[in-house]
Structures are given as C-alpha cells and as structure tokens.
C-alpha cells in the first residue's frame, strides 16, 4: 500500500524567502515520487521526479526536492520565493502502477 | 506536441441529467487515468486504460459511472444520472508506459462540473 501525507494545507512566505514544501510518503515498493503544480482552473504540472538515482533532483523554476529513504519524506525547496510561484503544489507516489496524491499545500507569496 | 486535451472545460447540469467527458491523450500514450479532483483534495483515481482495456476501476462508482476508450485512445467518462455530489474536477491523464520515468504523468486542464 501506498500514501503521502502533505504537511500543511496553507503556507505562506515573502517574496524572497526560503520555501519549503514538506512531503512524506509511504510505499511497499521502491517508490517514484513527483511533486506536480496547479494553478487556478488548470490541470497539474509536474515539477520534478525521481524515479532512480540521484536523489537530489532539480525541477522546473528553480524548484528542487531531495529524496530521503530514511526520513520517507521528499520535500521540495525553492531559495527565493517569486510571486508567480502561488498556486497548489501537490506530492504524489507511485510503484504500482497507480498514482496516489496527498491532499496538497496552497502555497501564498507576500508582497 | 500538444498535450492532454480535455472537452468541455465547464460544464453545468441538472441533478439527474447525463454528462459526458472526453479526452484525447497525448499521442503514443498507452496509460490513460481518470481522477476526480474534490475542491481542496488531491486527485483519486477513477480509473486506468492500458490501451483499450480498463486494468484498474476498482474506484469507480460503477452504478452511474462508465467510461470507454475505444480503438485504445481517445476516452470519455459519462455519468447517468448525475448527483449533486458529483460537483468536482473530472481530470485526465495520459503516460507513456508504467516503468521508470515512462510513469510520468501528463494532465489534461480538467472538466468542471457543477451539478444544481
């Protein structure tokens, strides 16, 4: 079985600053991990991946998530904040062939 | 290349009428998804196409809900009769196959469905 549990439903940060998306997973099976964004009435976007090997990856708009096996967690992280980046972020594991996503992060950027 | 595309984009019904969903996949994808996106979830799984055979709707509400996807590409979802209940974001989704990165998921911009 799998699941991911986002932390915190609403984040807010100012425009600059660190943001940090928190993401922890469960799987009985090596996962493939993916966090994906929405913006209003819009489908999903992926922003990164990993499937195998590094386990840092590098993203879409300076976003970048670090898989951690012994933490199950795969937060995604951006260094400076951008108004544009407001919308929802979305964690999602997959393994066995059927994508399983958390509730999600509405992400909000102060002026 | 163009994307997931998905008709309508907002749709209004009656409780009890029917309503239809279509999606054209991206060419060559194999795995089509349907989810169901309620307004502040994320997506569930209604259900998964390898080519034209439905592998996994074990989510699917079988009573109202069916889907097709003839010739192993384009898909439509109908519902009959529709529930106010079933007021959500009806997204599809398309990947290349169901290993490593061919997992990757590509979304359609979804259909809003408002049930009055």
């Known amino acids: 079985a799998q699941s991911v549990t986002q932390l915190g439903s609403h984040v807010s940060v100012s425009e600059g600053a660190l943001v940090l998306l928190r993401c922890n997973y469960s799987s009985s099976v090596p996962p493939y991990l993916f966090w994906y964004v929405q913006y209003p009435n819009q489908g999903l976007q992926l922003l990164l991946k990993?499937?195998?090997?590094?386990?840092l990856v590098k993203g879409i708009n300076g976003f970048e998530a670090e898989f951690k096996k012994s933490e199950t967690s795969f937060h995604l992280t951006k260094p400076s904040a951008h108004m544009s980046d407001a919308a929802e972020y979305f964690c999602a594991v997959t393994g066995t062939y059927k994508y399983i996503f958390g509730t999600g992060t509405r992400l909000k950027v102060l002026a | 290349e163009a994307g997931v595309v998905q008709s309508p984009r907002y749709k209004i019904i009656e409780k009890k009428q029917p309503v239809a969903f279509w999606c054209n996949p991206i060419?060559?994808?194999?795995?089509l998804y349907w989810y169901l996106q309620n307004l502040g979830q994320g997506p569930e799984l209604l259900i998964r196409y390898e080519n034209e055979e439905a592998v996994d709707d074990s989510q699917l509400p079988k009573d109202r809900f069916s889907a097709e996807r003839l010739k192993g590409v384009d898909s439509t979802l109908k519902i009959q009769p529709a529930e106010l209940g079933d007021s959500a974001v009806y997204l599809c989704?398309?990947?290349?196959?169901?290993?490593?990165?061919?997992?990757?998921?590509?979304f359609g911009q979804g259909t809003r469905l408002t049930v009055v």
């Open positions: 990993y499937t195998t090997g590094a386990t």
């Open positions: 060419s060559g994808h194999n795995t």
């Open positions: 989704a398309s990947s290349l196959g169901l290993t490593g990165a061919d997992t990757e998921a590509f």
